[in-house]
Each structure stands twice: as structure tokens, then as C-alpha cells.
């Protein structure tokens, strides 16, 4: 009898020890993810934000991991728990992935994941081609595909959402965009990739594009192939930019005559309140655009932001929209409304990338980040400064510190009111006689 208690408890042991390994097998495998998309949006304790590691005037530069790492911290002290990156031709998204797993290993309770987003492009996109074939892909569109495939099987603990073009669909993006049957193509395969058991069942796969390759805009969009693109994905991720609207669009922005009266500070508060109530409408566009073709799925924004800096349309000698102030304003009410409506909005974007419009240094597209490139936090989030959530922690060596040193009157100089509504149709005028 002692013997025959020995005997099971070692098959005991064994069975246990067996158990045990399976189980590690398992955590290499998909059943490894323990939070699902459907729980991680929405919510506001996932804070999302738009990231690149990009410290130079080129993309051949590739920042290192251990840059990485930096920001990554930054960002989680920041609250940030979600990543969108744009494409997986360069190695950011793959070391972005694994700086977080090496951090991971450190430290098992870090919090950090991804929507690791595909570049697409139509076919003779960025070539010398007359024409672009908009209902064709460019070559580089399969590889791009099956790389992010076999990332997101490498990581799936991370990568908890793919999303397959960025403004791939929208019309103004003339060098590459494509009709959205290409980006349906994509989307269906690797749904057709989770049916099969080679992606996580619980991987989430969208496209992230301008609210009006969403439908929310002209009649244009409105086609079949988009309607089957919006029952495909798993939720829509879609993007609303009032500050570039201040120039293309710019009714909302205008100093109306009943606010001649007020003072600059309420001019620029009730500018801002008007661009929060766009974004919204856009967004409420495109969910009402869903909601017509009998589609009820969640809706959340893929990108939204407001640049600092500005020698174009949109600086002091255009819409006068590009400030510190109106970035802080604009921050705060799309976090507030995002937060009470249970909608993510990735913020464009973590950190100043210099690389996006190189040969103009104050072209606005290097001024979305919340911190700039001397690792300065700027007026929207000085109060995380403050707070102190930042001590101990450096970017390339420097601690994080505020722009203007803090002082707020120093800030406030450089703000500009915005134009009144006459003077806006007049520079429209004016700009139709040239054309």
C-alpha cells in the first residue's frame, strides 16, 4: 500500500509537471492574451496615443531600442496603455514590440499594447507613373501584410488590434490612395487568417482612415465595396482634424460679428469650443453613416490632434490656429469627451518627429508631439510635469521639463486670435481669383 501511494504521487507529480508545461507551450500561443480589444477601447483607463521614436530628419535613422524604452516609460508614466504605429516596413514596429516584451520580463505588471497598423498604397503609388491604379495593389502591399501577420503571431500578448491602411482611402491623398475594395481585400484575409485559428480569435482588425472615407462625408465614398468594408472590420477607427479644417474648411473657426465684443481670451475659448464641436459632428457622421446601412459596431478615433507650430496655413500668417494654448485647450476637451462617451482617441501624436516634413522645420507636421524633441512637455500636459510623474525618467539624457520654462505670460504672447469671419471669406476670395 506504501508503494502504490509512492507510485501515484509521483504520476502526480508528473501529471503536474506535464500540466505545467502545456500551460508554458500555451503562453507562447495565442490563448497567452489575457485582455481583449472589446474590453481595452473604450475604456479610459486604456489612455491611446499616436507613436513614432523618430528623433532625426529621416526614417533611415531608425531610433534604437533602448530610445524605445525611454519613451515607453514616458508614456506609461503618462498613462498611456495603447500604441498606434503606422506601417512594419522600417524596424520601430518590431522593436517597439520588443522593448516592450524586455521590459515585460522586468517588470510582468508594465502595461503597454499595440494596434499595429499595415501600409497600403495603389498600384505606381510614389513612382514617376502617370497614373495611379487606384483598384489595384502596389507590390508592397502583400509583403506588408504578411509581415504584420507574422508579427502579431509573435506577439500576441501586444499586438491586440491591426488596422490596414492609414488615410489609405481618402481622396486627397492623391500619391497613393486606393478604392476600398483593396482595403477590403486585406481586411477579409486576415479575417479569414482568425477563422482559421493562424491569428488570435480575439485579434481586432480595422482600417484607420479620415471620417469621410467612413461615409461621413460627400456622396463620393458612399459604395458598395465600403458598406462590405464596415460589416468586415471589427470596429471603425476613424479621423477628425479641425485644426487643418481651420484652413480647408474653415466656417467654424471665424470670429462670428456677435463675438466682436469679447475679449481675446474668450475669442480664442469659444474658437476652440466650436472645433471640439466639429470633431464630433465628424464623428457623428460617420456613425450615422454605419447606422444606415443597418450596422451597429463600435466607432472610435484613430487620430485626431492639433499642431504647435506653424509657417504654413495654419501659423500666424494663415488661420492663426497653431499655438501651445489652443493644443492644451483642444487635448483636454477631446480627453474629456472621449472619456465620457467611453471612445479611445489616439492622440496625434507622443513625441515631435522631425522626419515628416524635412525640409521645413516649422512645417506643422513636425509639431504634433505633446513633448518635443529637447524633452520638453508642452502646455498640454505641464501639469503631469507638476505632478512629478516624470522624475527619474530622461530622453536621450535629458530630464522632462516644460516648454517657456513654465511661464504661462510667456506662452500666452506668442497666441493669436483668430481671424474674424469677413476676413476669412475675404482671403477665400482672394484665393479663388488666383486659381
Known amino acids: 500500500m506504501k508503494m502504490e501511494r509512492i507510485t501515484a504521487t509521483l504520476v502526480l507529480i508528473l501529471m503536474v509537471i506535464l500540466m505545467a508545461s502545456c500551460s508554458n507551450q500555451r503562453n507562447d500561443d495565442f490563448s497567452s492574451i489575457n485582455i481583449t480589444p472589446e474590453e481595452i477601447l473604450g475604456d479610459p483607463y486604456y489612455q491611446a496615443i499616436s507613436f513614432g521614436a523618430y528623433r532625426e530628419t529621416t526614417r533611415e535613422i531608425q531610433p534604437t531600442i533602448p530610445q524605445i524604452k525611454e519613451d515607453l516609460m514616458i508614456l506609461h508614466a503618462m498613462g498611456i496603455r495603447l500604441l498606434r504605429t503606422y506601417n512594419v516596413h522600417y524596424d520601430e514596429a518590431e522593436n517597439l514590440l520588443k522593448a516592450i516584451r524586455e521590459i515585460r520580463e522586468d517588470d510582468p505588471d508594465f502595461e503597454m499594447y499595440v494596434m499595429l497598423g499595415l501600409w497600403i498604397d495603389a498600384k505606381h503609388a510614389w513612382t514617376d507613373e502617370p497614373e495611379r491604379i487606384r483598384d489595384q495593389d502596389s507590390p508592397r502591399n502583400e509583403v506588408e501584410v504578411a509581415r504584420g501577420v507574422e508579427l502579431a503571431q509573435q506577439y500576441p500578448d501586444i499586438v491586440k488590434i491591426i488596422a490596414v491602411g492609414n488615410e489609405a482611402m481618402v481622396h486627397w491623398a492623391q500619391e497613393y490612395w486606393v478604392e476600398p475594395s483593396i482595403i477590403l481585400n486585406w481586411v477579409n484575409h486576415l479575417q479569414d487568417l482568425k477563422a482559421a485559428g493562424e491569428l488570435p480569435e480575439t485579434l481586432w482588425i480595422t482600417s484607420s482612415d479620415d471620417f469621410s472615407s467612413w461615409g461621413g462625408g460627400g456622396e463620393e ?118 472619456d465620457e462617451n467611453n471612445i479611445t482617441v489616439f492622440y496625434f501624436e507622443a513625441f515631435d518627429e522631425p522626419w515628416k516634413d524635412a525640409q521645413n522645420p516649422l512645417g506643422s507636421e513636425n509639431h504634433f508631439g505633446l513633448i518635443n524633441l529637447q524633452a520638453q512637455a508642452k502646455y498640454p500636459i505641464w501639469d503631469l510635469v507638476d505632478q512629478g510623474i516624470f522624475e527619474g525618467l530622461t530622453r536621450d539624457g535629458n530630464p522632462i521639463t516644460k516648454t517657456y520654462d513654465g511661464d504661462l505670460e510667456a506662452l500666452l504672447e506668442d497666441v493669436l486670435v483668430p481671424p474674424t469671419d469677413a476676413e476669412i471669406q475675404k482671403r477665400i476670395q482672394s484665393e479663388e481669383q488666383e486659381n
Open 221 to 338: 465614398y458612399h459604395k458598395p465595396e465600403l458598406d462590405e468594408l464596415i460589416r468586415a472590420v471589427d470596429f471603425i477607427s476613424m479621423h477628425t482634424y479641425p485644426m487643418h479644417n481651420t484652413h480647408y474648411n474653415p466656417d467654424f473657426w471665424g470670429v462670428p460679428e456677435e463675438e466682436y465684443h469679447l475679449s481675446d481670451m474668450e475669442k480664442i475659448h469659444s474658437a476652440m469650443d466650436r472645433s471640439l464641436e466639429f470633431a464630433v459632428n465628424q464623428y457623428n457622421a460617420v456613425v450615422e453613416y454605419m447606422r444606415s446601412i443597418g450596422e451597429d459596431k463600435p466607432v472610435h478615433i484613430g487620430e485626431t490632434g492639433w499642431a504647435t507650430v506653424s509657417d504654413e496655413y495654419y501659423g500666424p500668417d494663415g488661420a492663426k490656429a497653431t499655438d501651445e494654448y489652443k493644443s492644451g485647450l483642444y487635448y483636454q476637451m477631446i480627453r474629456e469627451w472621449s
